[in-house]
């Protein structure tokens, strides 16, 4: 299992108005000296001044990560089954 993700290395465009205003906002916090702006660095941001926001992520992701995990089980169970059936 990979211990990093590396979409947390990738930098962040303002090419919407929520991403913009997210970058500018950022970017006056973190002021990192090439001036990118990456995704991680906005997770640290919103963890720290928004931490309900990406908690109600987590907690959706991993909620559906559990009820897949249940019906991939379910579905193995049935694969089984039906070759011992045979």
């Given at each position: 299992m990979?211990?990093s993700?590396?979409?947390?290395?990738?930098?962040v465009?303002?090419d919407?108005?929520l991403k913009e205003?997210v970058?500018?906002?950022v970017?006056?916090?973190?002021?990192?000296?090439?001036?990118n702006?990456?995704?991680?660095?906005i997770?640290?941001?919103?963890?720290?001044?928004?931490?309900?926001?990406?908690?109600?992520?987590?907690?959706?992701?991993?909620?559906?990560?559990?009820?897949?995990?249940?019906l991939?089980?379910?579905?193995?169970?049935?694969?089984?089954?039906?070759?011992?059936?045979?």
């Amino acid at each position: 299992m990979e211990d990093s993700n590396p979409i947390l290395d990738e930098t962040v465009l303002g090419d919407n108005d929520l991403k913009e205003f997210v970058v500018n906002y950022v970017g006056g916090i973190v002021d990192p000296e090439d001036g990118n702006i990456t995704v991680e660095m906005i997770v640290d941001i919103f963890a720290e001044q928004f931490p309900e926001f990406l908690m109600a992520v987590a907690e959706e992701n991993f909620i559906r990560g559990y009820n897949q995990a249940f019906l991939d089980i379910e579905a193995h169970e049935q694969a089984v089954k039906d070759v011992s059936d045979e």
